[in-house]
């Protein structure tokens, strides 16, 4: 049973821009202005997970070719393809061993390379530092 967790519902002003709409992918946030930006899903861990997380842009190629995703503080293997629309999927899987005790929350980090500010990359005048473009995080059973 996949549950989605939309951006829009993560509330850290400090890790993240405020909500945007795109026309075809719905709400949206830019992480930034700092380089880590956490994703904290209420759920509880009690078997293998399999995460994926929906961007939409970034602010230039470079950003999602140095994305690191980290889970607990842990850096994760992660997969990247194209998803619809021109979107790219970022897939990962959380193990869990027999024994292991339940968690109760689940803390996603995406780290970029760096951000940096479109004015100053002669995109247009946005003067705030972005990373990358997430809509949602999806979580099921591995």
Not at 22 to 40: C, L
Request: charged content about 20%; glycine content about 8%; proline content about 7%.
């Amino acid at each position: 049973e996949p549950r989605s967790f939309a951006i829009a519902d993560q509330y850290s002003l400090l890790e993240w821009h405020g909500i945007e709409q795109h026309a075809v992918h719905g709400s949206y946030r830019w992480s930034g202005p700092h380089v880590r930006s956490g994703i904290d899903l209420p759920v509880v861990v009690d078997r293998p997970v399999a995460v994926r997380v929906t961007l939409i842009n970034r602010i230039m190629h470079e950003v999602l070719a140095g994305l690191a995703i980290e889970v607990a503080g842990r850096r994760v293997a992660t997969r990247v393809s194209g998803g619809p629309n021109d979107s790219t999927l970022i897939d990962f899987e959380l193990p869990f061993a027999t024994g292991e005790t339940p968690r109760q929350g689940l803390l996603v980090t995406l780290v970029v390379p760096y951000v940096k500010r479109p004015c100053d990359l002669g995109i247009n005048d946005d003067e705030r530092w972005l990373g990358v473009a997430v809509t949602s995080v999806e979580v099921r059973p591995a």
